[in-house]
């Protein structure tokens, strides 16, 4: 598997992948405003970086990288990479390919200067994704969970320190 920054020809495969992850998780449905944001990857990837992972030649995995300040964190702090939007095709579900996004995104973490920890928020309900974060060394930080404004959805945040 290759983890690559993304280039327009992926856009449309990154908006195939992660609008049937989302909608057939029941995370949102269809007409929800919160898919039209994660559909457009042309302005996701002009803000922030989009991420892909590629096996035999093909998209299997797309992921959303930010930083504090950026228009895309939503909770990234100085000295944090965040990511958001993980979406791993459902064909290649189960296969661990959302493993290695994450093990790829610490390995790249790891090399950005001035960059100490990753987080990441999760849905109260997203117990799979949870379990993955908690295997690789992600923790809770419990103080900094919060709620999408005007709905009842909490959000979890998980950190994982790069160095000890």
């Keep these: ?9 992926d856009f449309p495969e990154v908006r195939r992948i992660t609008r049937e992850v989302y909608l057939r998780a029941g ?6 405003p919160n898919m039209s944001v994660l559909e457009d990857v042309e ?4 803000r922030a970086q989009v991420w892909v992972a ?8 797309a992921v959303t990288l930010t930083f504090d300040g950026q228009p895309y964190s ?4 100085d000295g944090e990479l965040e990511f958001r939007m ?22 790249h973490a790891r090399q950005l200067p001035g960059i100490e920890a990753i987080s990441i928020t999760s849905a109260t309900f997203m117990e799979r994704a949870q379990r ?5 060394s992600f923790c809770r930080a419990p103080e900094r969970d919060w709620y999408v404004p005007g709905e009842a959805v ?10 000890c």
């Design 54 to 61: 590629e096996a035999a030649g093909q998209v299997v995995a």
């Design 86 to 107: 993980l979406a791993v095709d459902p064909a290649h579900q189960g296969g661990n390919v959302g493993r290695a996004v994450v093990r790829e995104i610490v390995e």
């Design 1 to 9: 598997m290759q983890f690559r920054r993304a280039v327009p020809a």
């Design 27 to 32: 995370h949102f449905a269809a007409d929800h």
């Design 43 to 46: 302005h996701r990837a002009e």
């Design 132 to 136: 993955l974060y908690e295997s690789l």
């Design 154 to 163: 909490l959000l979890w945040v998980l950190r994982r320190q790069l160095h």
């Design 74 to 77: 939503e909770i990234a702090r």
